[in-house]
C-alpha cells in the first residue's frame, strides 16, 4: 500500500527558506516519478514541481522556477522540495504524490499535505 | 503552456440527479500517435488528499462507482455523475497531462441542492 507523509510545514517569514520533506513506502520509490503539488487556503491545486525516478529530470512551474528546488534521494525513500525567496503567496498546503506508472506527469497517490504558512 | 479551464466554478444538485462538468483545454491534449487524451479528473474532499477518478479522458480508475463517467477529446471534456449521492459532494478538478507545466482547473465545488 502507497504511504506518502509530508514533513517540514510551518510558519516562516517572508525571504526565508524551508524544506519540506515526504517520506515514501509500501512501493519501490525508486522506479516512480514524484511530485509536488499544492493548495493555497480558499483556492485551487496549483502544480508546483515533478521529477524523474533517477532524479535526472526536475520539472517546475513557472511560479516557482528558480526559487524552489525539488529533489530525492532513493536510498532513503524520501523525496524534498527546498523552498527559497519564499513569498506570502507561497502559503499552501503542500502534497507529494507519486506519479502514475505509466505517465510521469500524472499525479496518481497522494499523501495527506503540510502546510506552510509565510509570514512575518 | 496549457491552460485549463472548468465551468461551472459551483453547482448544487439534488440527490439522484445528475451533475455535469466542463472542461476545455487551451490546446489540444489528443496524443495522435496513440489515439489517447491525456486527461485526468479527480475528486477532492475537505481534509483528504485528492483522488484520481478518471484518466485518458474515460477511463474509470479501480474501485470508482461507475455513475461517474468521462468523455471528450481534444480540448473539451465532461465530468458527469448519474444518480448524485450526499457522499459524492467535493470539489472536482481535471488535469492535462499531455506536458510540463502540468496543469489543473480551478476547480468545481459539488453540492447537494
Known amino acids: 500500500q502507497v504511504h506518502l507523509v509530508e514533513s517540514g510545514g510551518g510558519v516562516v517569514q517572508p525571504g526565508r527558506s524551508l524544506r519540506l520533506s515526504c517520506a515514501a513506502s509500501?512501493?519501490?520509490?525508486?522506479?516512480?516519478?514524484m511530485h509536488w503539488v499544492r493548495q493555497a487556503p480558499g483556492k485551487g491545486l496549483e502544480w508546483v514541481a515533478v521529477?524523474?525516478?533517477?532524479?535526472?529530470?526536475?520539472y517546475y512551474a513557472n511560479s516557482v522556477e528558480g526559487r524552489f528546488t525539488i529533489s530525492r534521494d532513493n536510498s532513503e525513500n524520501t523525496l524534498y522540495l527546498q523552498m527559497s525567496s519564499l513569498r506570502a503567496e507561497d502559503t499552501a498546503v503542500y502534497y507529494c504524490?507519486?506519479?502514475?506508472?505509466?505517465?510521469?506527469?500524472?499525479?496518481?497517490?497522494w499523501g495527506q499535505g503540510t502546510l506552510v504558512t509565510v509570514s512575518s | 503552456d496549457i491552460v485549463m479551464t472548468q465551468s461551472p466554478d459551483s453547482l448544487a444538485v439534488s440527490l439522484g440527479e445528475r451533475a455535469t462538468i466542463s472542461c476545455k483545454s487551451s490546446?489540444?491534449?489528443?496524443?495522435?500517435?496513440?489515439?489517447?487524451?491525456?486527461l485526468a479528473w479527480y475528486q477532492h474532499k475537505p481534509g483528504q488528499p485528492p483522488k484520481v477518478l478518471i484518466y485518458?479522458?474515460?477511463t474509470r480508475e479501480s474501485g470508482v462507482p461507475d455513475r461517474f463517467s468521462g468523455s471528450g477529446s481534444g480540448t473539451d471534456f465532461t465530468l458527469t455523475i448519474t444518480s448524485l449521492q450526499a457522499e459524492d459532494v467535493a470539489v472536482y478538478y481535471c488535469?492535462?497531462?499531455?506536458?510540463?507545466?502540468?496543469?489543473f482547473g480551478q476547480g468545481t465545488k459539488l453540492e447537494i441542492k
Open positions: 488535469q492535462q497531462y499531455y506536458s510540463v507545466p502540468c496543469s
Open positions: 509500501g512501493f519501490t520509490f525508486s522506479t516512480y516519478g
Open positions: 521529477i524523474t525516478s533517477d532524479g535526472s529530470s526536475q
Open positions: 485518458w479522458a474515460s
Open positions: 490546446q489540444s491534449v489528443l496524443h495522435s500517435p496513440n489515439n489517447k487524451n491525456y
Open positions: 504524490a507519486r506519479a502514475a506508472s505509466f505517465r510521469l506527469e500524472l499525479p496518481w497517490n
